[in-house]
């Protein structure tokens, strides 16, 4: 399979008009992922109009849920049906030469902090579940994580309260957690509840109240880490076909992509750069500079009738 996602960052409404400035090309999404898109019909149509026929079958799939919180949704939905795909190629790096061979494991939650509430004046003494929220923010902020393997921790969202002057009946936290190693995830997620408790009965201890604040859990996100080694075939397929059209490679990991889900699952799979020049990602001033393009689909082009092979050319480098 080779597949490039469909889905952006950016809400529904966002001024899509591509603006130029001399060689670039403004626009929020044109890179992550639409150029990717855009190679996958390149190389779906190279086929078509070339002739061109692999031994084994290619599937070409535009697919969604990779940014935000789509949780890898489309990936995760073919991989957990019937199917029988021997390896998996996703277009999605910013570097042209990228192979992204291992899976960065994310974790992700929503934890909401509820009470009773009331007025901030006449109900003063009440749990307060913005306060105890706060404590618990400060306490995953000193969280120790070990450098190796890179795990990280993040509050990225932070929602709640009716006014200034009122004691809220709610509010809630969006926490990332990060890590090659699904052992360190585990264990930040269990971190995380402890202090998260830990925060709740301190401020229910803090005022003399039959009324407590407690806290919800649900997991919004989860991407299975996974390794497998840089000497692997399909790593070795993409490093060859990008040097034989000129384009400089790059092992790269420590990122979580759709690959996530087959390499978490052992089977075969890397996500490879797609051509030009880039910045911007994820703002609404993404740039593209269509700087010798050309070569990343020539490369996955390659790469694909290396995998799949082709008769009288090439065996398939992936077994079935």
Known sequence: ?????????????????????????????????????????????????????????????????????????????????????DAFVSIDNPVPGGIVFTGTGSVRFKISFKGRGGHSFADFGLPNPIHAMGRAISKLADIQVPKMPKTTFNVGIVSGGTSVNTIAESASILVDFRSDSPEELAQLVAQMKTFVEQAIQEENARWESSDLVYAEYEKIGDRPAGVQSPDSPIVKAAWEAALLVGIEPELRDETSTDANIPISLGIPAITIGRGGKEGGVHTVSEWFIP???????????????GLAGMENVISPIIQK
């Open 1 to 85: 399979m080779l597949a490039a996602h469909t889905d952006t960052v950016f809400p529904e409404g966002t001024d899509l008009t591509v603006k130029r400035d001399g060689e670039k090309y403004i626009c929020p999404g044109i890179n992550d992922d639409t150029r990717s898109v855009i190679e996958l019909f390149t190389v779906a149509r190279a086929f078509i109009e070339t002739g061109l026929r692999p031994q084994g079958d290619l599937i070409f799939c535009a697919n969604v849920g990779e940014e935000g919180l789509g949780d890898l949704k489309g990936v995760k939905y073919i991989f957990s049906h019937p199917h029988n795909l």
């Open 291 to 305: 700087y010798e393009c050309y070569k990343a689909p020539q490369r996955t082009l390659l790469l694909m009738l």
